[in-house]
């Protein structure tokens, strides 16, 4: 082979490689896969504590809600991001088991079934685990949008939250989110809620925490 087809190959080859539509298949190829491992999630992975029936509820349809409203807008934020006017990134959402279920749930629904099919919903870990495989770190061709809710803030963080007091034997959720890979519009960010036992209520949207690793 000359030294130009060559080059040509090998420029194919990495563009086969970056494309979304060919990375996101290879992503779940990877999950079917992956999901029949037991994996360590490490030893300083918190255990989350078994939530009632009606916190299980409230935190599925919470997520559903955010992670429907996020991708209701997704199409706009894309216009004004050079790297994707010629094409669609895959789009990952990293979250939790409850936010993997509110992604099913979404999936179910007319409206979301089409920007639904062009994503992978799966758990930090399990994206950890596929970068390790297959690298994207400069996002040339996906987007990664994270949503989830910490449900066991511990009480030593009190302080933190003065500002906006709850109730005795309410607690607070709080709903991480962000996205990489959109530019201008990449963002971190966190919405605050008191739990009741029944209903969750928004008590902030856009919090700065002090320990966002605890």
């Not at 009741?196 to 856009?206: A, C, R, S, V, Y």
């Amino acid at each position: 082979m000359h030294e130009e087809e060559k080059k040509c190959s090998e420029t194919e080859q990495f563009d086969g490689q970056h494309e979304p539509g060919e990375w996101l298949t290879r992503l779940r190829n990877f999950m079917v896969v992956e999901r029949q491992k037991n994996r360590p999630r490490g030893k300083h992975a918190q255990q989350r504590n078994e939530p009632t029936p009606n916190a299980r509820i409230a935190e599925v349809q919470l997520l559903e809600s955010h992670i429907g409203s996020w991708l209701s807008r997704l199409d706009k934020l894309l216009v004004g991001v050079d790297r994707w006017h010629a094409r669609y990134p895959a789009v990952v959402i990293t979250t939790n088991p409850v936010g993997v279920t509110a992604c099913n749930n979404l999936a179910l629904t007319e409206s979301f079934r089409d920007v639904v099919s062009r994503c992978c919903c799966l758990t930090e870990y399990e994206y950890r685990y596929w970068c390790k495989e297959e690298p994207d770190k400069q996002f040339e061709s996906h987007i990664n949008y994270w949503a989830w809710i910490k449900t066991s803030v511990p009480a030593v963080r009190a302080k933190e939250f003065q500002e906006f007091p709850i109730a005795e034997g309410s607690v607070y959720w709080l709903l991480r989110h962000g996205v990489s890979g959109l530019g201008i519009h990449d963002f971190f960010d966190c919405k605050v809620f008191e739990w009741d036992g029944m209903k969750p209520t928004l008590l902030t949207e856009h919090f700065r925490e002090g320990v966002p690793s605890v």
